[in-house]
């Protein structure tokens, strides 16, 4: 019963680099997010997908890509890392008509 | 601009006492959730409430929701040293499924 499972869980990167969160759920539900978190600033929807093949820009979408392929699939794109792109990154999943989020242990992030 | 004020934004408290958390808005949302997050892990949700006025309790924790469907409180009788940790508040919109989350509250307690 692994729930919404996220790698890596930390890592480095340069300005410039790119690189892939990834993000897989095992139960089957259709709405998944990405959502990054600052400290004191809570966390910030960056996209969510309601079901495969389709996404959506959250509240801070600028520098961030998505897919949707597969219902259990949600990877977060970073094209060219900025050092404001340093956070915490946070997958979360939902059934939907559920007023309930799962969220996988968390991503971070550093940018130098 | 925050959509969700919490308060207090940290508490540090002894064991045994008694405490409140706040969460508020000046919308109004289709359900509230509270979740704890531990340092290096994801939030958990603790519960959800979708009535306005709705009351809920889950052990030593009462959970109530606005009348008017724009705030929320946790209220946590005689804190134990486990209960430490970072209290969010998240709001549904009608007719969505995206949730807006407050900063959070930061509780630490004590022995």
């Known amino acids: 019963n692994a729930g919404v499972t996220q790698t890596p869980k930390f890592r480095i990167l340069k300005i410039g680099q790119s690189m892939t969160l990834q993000c897989t759920q095992d139960?089957?539900?259709?709405?998944m997010y990405w959502y990054r978190q600052d400290p004191g600033m809570g966390l910030k929807l960056i996209y969510y997908s309601v079901g495969a093949g389709i996404t959506d820009k959250g509240e801070v979408p600028n520098g961030y890509n998505v897919s949707r392929s597969t219902t259990e699939d949600f990877p977060l794109r970073l094209e060219l890392a900025a050092p404001s792109q340093t956070s915490v990154y946070f997958c979360?999943?939902?059934?939907?008509?559920?007023?309930?989020?799962?969220f996988g242990a968390g991503s971070r992030l550093t940018v130098l | 601009t925050q959509l969700l004020e919490q308060s207090p934004q940290f508490l540090s408290i002894q064991e045994g006492e008694n405490l409140t958390v706040y969460c508020n808005s000046s919308?109004?949302?289709?359900?509230l959730q509270w979740y704890r997050q531990e340092p290096g892990e994801g939030p958990v949700l603790l519960v959800t409430v979708v009535t306005g006025g709705e009351v809920k309790k889950l052990k030593r924790l009462t959970f109530q929701f606005g009348d008017a469907r724009k705030d929320s409180s946790l209220h946590i009788t005689a804190a134990q040293p486990g209960d430490t940790g970072l209290y969010l508040c998240a709001g549904a919109k009608f007719g969505g499924q995206n949730f807006v989350f407050g900063p959070g509250t930061r509780l630490s307690v004590l022995p």
């Open positions: 139960m089957n539900h259709n709405y």
């Open positions: 979360a999943s939902g059934a939907s008509g559920a007023n309930v989020l799962t």
């Open positions: 919308s109004v949302f289709s359900s």
